[in-house]
């Protein structure tokens, strides 16, 4: 009997009861390596004193405001964001919401255009975001969805060209395709989206799981020289609070006027004290380079322990984001079962892709205990 949804499937019969550092303890007393971070969201670990202390000060001083007031914290959390004030920020709760946001100022901006999106992308299960989310198996079942959004194959140029057309105003992806299979992007397709930003066409870049650190840059999007139009952020960024965030060129800040758009809950305090707390941390002296250091350290792992196993296809990954691309799909829940049995967590992307998304703070020797059991099991 449960009093739940069931939107979820069957949940994994693992209750957790704490975490510590990179670990999480489960009631039975067992412990495991989290190469997961609650799916990119816990980022600074399960130990990560400076955002508990925040919170815990902000829950007795003021968990709420609402909108209608300054709110501070807001203007400090955004300025780790914006780039030297080249952006406007706007906070929202999670992912799809920082997605919507940024589908609607597109719309504004360039008023009955289409959005442009890619095959196995994903920006979330909202309406606008599901719309943009081009997987049949997300959006089966919710026709119709939102109007004029086209699709193209991503890294595919030539798809890319001929999906551009004069009714083009703007293109939404990720730098890595994260739930479509790890895939990040190349350098030639980068460079066709800047040739078409060239033509006034806004490009969308959602960091939802690659952004705040994930790579080894604050944004995934430093890596290949873009300067996009919008932004998305969430996940990672409160730590396990949920958070996110559109950030917008000043040049069009105006378009989301009073009334435009809202939130009850974006930018509360709470959620604004952890934001700030992550960021302090995240843009401290050396972070990101011994970040991008173990990202380095770990594809160098995967490559000596798996890459020549006839189970794995291939190796992918930007920082610490990381897919192991199985031979034989068909084993993709197994290897993940089993990995759990020997007390690694990791995640499945598309339909033969085993995810790594390991905290930035995990050490050397922990990503080396982790894929040494994923070296035992492949």
């Given at each position: 009997?449960?009093?739940?949804?069931?939107n979820?499937g069957?949940?994994?019969?693992?209750?957790?009861?704490h975490?510590k550092?990179?670990?999480?303890?489960a009631?039975t007393?067992?412990?495991?390596?989290?190469?997961?971070?609650?799916?990119?969201?816990?980022?600074?670990?399960?130990?990560?004193?400076?955002?508990?202390?925040?919170?815990?000060?902000?829950?007795?001083?003021?968990?709420?405001?609402?909108?209608?007031?300054?709110?501070?914290?807001?203007?400090?959390?955004?300025?780790?964001?914006?780039?030297?004030?080249?952006?406007?920020?706007?906070?929202?709760?999670?992912?799809t919401?920082?997605?919507?946001?940024?589908?609607?100022?597109?719309?504004?901006?360039?008023?009955?255009?289409?959005i442009?999106a890619?095959?196995?992308?994903?920006?979330?299960?909202?309406?606008?975001?599901m719309?943009?989310?081009m997987?049949?198996?997300?959006?089966?079942?919710?026709?119709?969805?939102?109007?004029?959004?086209?699709?193209?194959?991503?890294?595919?140029?030539?798809?890319?060209?001929?999906?551009?057309?004069?009714?083009?105003?703007?293109?939404?992806f990720?730098?890595?395709?994260?739930?479509g299979?790890?895939?990040?992007?190349?350098?030639?397709?980068?460079?066709?989206?800047?040739?078409f930003?060239?033509?006034?066409i806004?490009?969308?870049?959602?960091?939802?799981?690659?952004?705040?650190?994930?790579?080894?840059?604050?944004?995934?999007?430093?890596?290949?020289?873009?300067?996009?139009?919008?932004?998305?952020?969430?996940?990672?960024?409160?730590n396990?609070?949920?958070?996110?965030?559109?950030l917008?060129?000043n040049?069009?800040?105006?378009?989301?006027?009073?009334?435009?758009?809202?939130?009850?809950?974006?930018?509360n305090?709470?959620?604004?004290?952890?934001?700030?707390?992550?960021?302090?941390?995240?843009?401290?002296d050396?972070?990101?380079a011994?970040?991008?250091d173990?990202?380095?350290?770990?594809?160098?792992?995967?490559?000596?322990?798996?890459?020549?196993?006839?189970?794995?296809?291939?190796?992918?990954?930007?920082g610490?984001?990381?897919?192991?691309?199985?031979?034989?799909?068909?084993?993709?829940?197994?290897?993940?079962?089993?990995?759990?049995a020997?007390?690694?967590?990791?995640?499945?992307?598309?339909?033969?892709?085993?995810r790594?998304?390991?905290?930035?703070?995990?050490?050397?020797?922990?990503?080396?205990?982790?894929?040494?059991?994923?070296e035992?099991?492949?």
């Amino acid at each position: 009997m449960t009093h739940l949804l069931q939107n979820y499937g069957t949940r994994i019969p693992i209750k957790f009861t704490h975490g510590k550092d990179v670990y999480l303890y489960a009631e039975t007393g067992k412990k495991y390596l989290d190469f997961t971070s609650g799916i990119g969201v816990m980022n600074l670990g399960y130990s990560f004193t400076a955002g508990k202390n925040a919170v815990k000060a902000q829950v007795d001083a003021l968990a709420h405001i609402s909108n209608l007031y300054e709110n501070p914290l807001q203007e400090e959390v955004a300025a780790f964001l914006t780039y030297g004030d080249k952006y406007k920020a706007f906070f929202a709760n999670s992912g799809t919401e920082a997605n919507e946001a940024a589908l609607k100022i597109a719309r504004l901006i360039r008023p009955n255009a289409e959005i442009l999106a890619f095959v196995d992308g994903f920006h979330g299960r909202t309406f606008g975001a599901m719309s943009a989310t081009m997987q049949e198996k997300i959006q089966n079942g919710f026709a119709p969805l939102v109007p004029n959004f086209t699709k193209a194959i991503f890294n595919d140029v030539a798809s890319l060209k001929s999906a551009v057309t004069a009714k083009t105003g703007a293109i939404i992806f990720e730098i890595v395709q994260g739930e479509g299979g790890v895939t990040p992007i190349t350098a030639e397709f980068a460079a066709t989206l800047k040739s078409f930003q060239e033509q006034d066409i806004l490009l969308i870049i959602d960091e939802v799981q690659t952004g705040i650190g994930r790579t080894g840059k604050l944004f995934a999007f430093e890596h290949f020289g873009f300067v996009p139009d919008i932004v998305t952020s969430a996940k990672g960024l409160g730590n396990g609070l949920p958070v996110g965030a559109m950030l917008v060129k000043n040049e069009f800040a105006a378009y989301f006027s009073a009334g435009k758009h809202g939130s009850t809950f974006g930018g509360n305090p709470l959620a604004m004290a952890s934001a700030k707390a992550v960021l302090t941390s995240l843009t401290a002296d050396n972070f990101l380079a011994e970040v991008a250091d173990k990202a380095d350290f770990l594809r160098t792992e995967l490559d000596e322990k798996l890459a020549t196993k006839s189970s794995v296809k291939a190796i992918r990954n930007l920082g610490l984001m990381a897919g192991i691309q199985l031979a034989d799909e068909s084993q993709l829940g197994q290897v993940l079962s089993k990995a759990r049995a020997q007390g690694l967590l990791v995640l499945s992307a598309g339909h033969d892709v085993v995810r790594l998304l390991p905290p930035l703070v995990i050490s050397k020797t922990q990503l080396a205990d982790g894929v040494k059991i994923l070296e035992e099991i492949l």
